[in-house]
C-alpha cells in the first residue's frame, strides 16, 4: 500500500474515530443541539493541529500515526518543538471544543477519559519505546521538550 494511503487509513481509523465519529455520534443520538458555537473554534484549531502533526509525521518522519507504520525518524519539528505529544494535545483540543459546542458534561467526561487514557499510553507505552528506538536523540529531546505543553 503507498505510503500515503496507510497515513490517510490511520488518521480515519485513529484520531478520525476518537475525535470526530464517537463525539458526533454521541451527540447526535443525544440530540443535543448546537448551544455554544464558539466551541467550534477549538474543534477548529485542534483540527488543524492534529493535521499539521501528522503531514510531520509524514514528511519529517517518514512514517504515519498508526502504531503499525510508526515514523523511521523522531519527529521533533513543527509543533513538536513545544511539546512532546502535540497530536494528543490536538484531539484533546477538539474533545473539549466537541463538549462546549454541545454544553455537554457527556462529552466532557469523554474527554477526560481520553486524556487519561492518552497520559497512560505515552508513559507507559510510547516513551520506554522510543528511549529504545531513538536513544540519545530521544533523551536530548526529552531535556528540551515538555511532554505536554
Not at 111 to 120: M, R, S, T, Y
Request: aromatic content about 16%; some cysteine.
Amino acid at each position: 500500500m503507498h505510503p500515503f494511503m496507510r497515513a490517510l487509513l490511520a488518521f480515519l481509523a485513529l484520531p478520525g474515530v476518537v475525535a470526530f465519529l464517537v463525539p458526533l455520534s454521541w451527540a447526535s443520538l443525544a440530540h443535543l443541539p448546537l448551544r455554544q458555537p464558539a466551541g467550534l473554534l477549538a474543534v477548529a484549531l485542534g483540527t488543524f493541529g492534529l493535521l499539521w502533526c501528522v503531514r510531520d509525521f509524514y514528511v519529517s518522519g517518514k512514517g504515519t500515526l498508526a502504531p503499525w507504520a510508526p515514523p523511521k525518524e523522531l519527529v521533533v519539528v513543527g509543533l513538536y518543538r513545544f511539546s512532546r505529544n502535540p497530536m494528543y494535545v490536538s484531539v484533546f483540543l477538539i474533545l473539549l471544543g466537541w463538549a462546549a459546542a454541545f454544553w455537554s458534561s457527556g462529552l466532557l467526561l469523554y474527554a477526560l477519559a481520553v486524556a487519561l487514557a492518552f497520559h497512560l499510553r505515552v508513559v507507559f507505552g510510547e516513551e520506554p519505546w522510543l528511549a529504545r528506538t531513538h536513544g540519545t536523540a530521544w533523551a536530548q529531546y526529552v531535556l528540551r521538550v515538555r511532554r505536554w505543553f
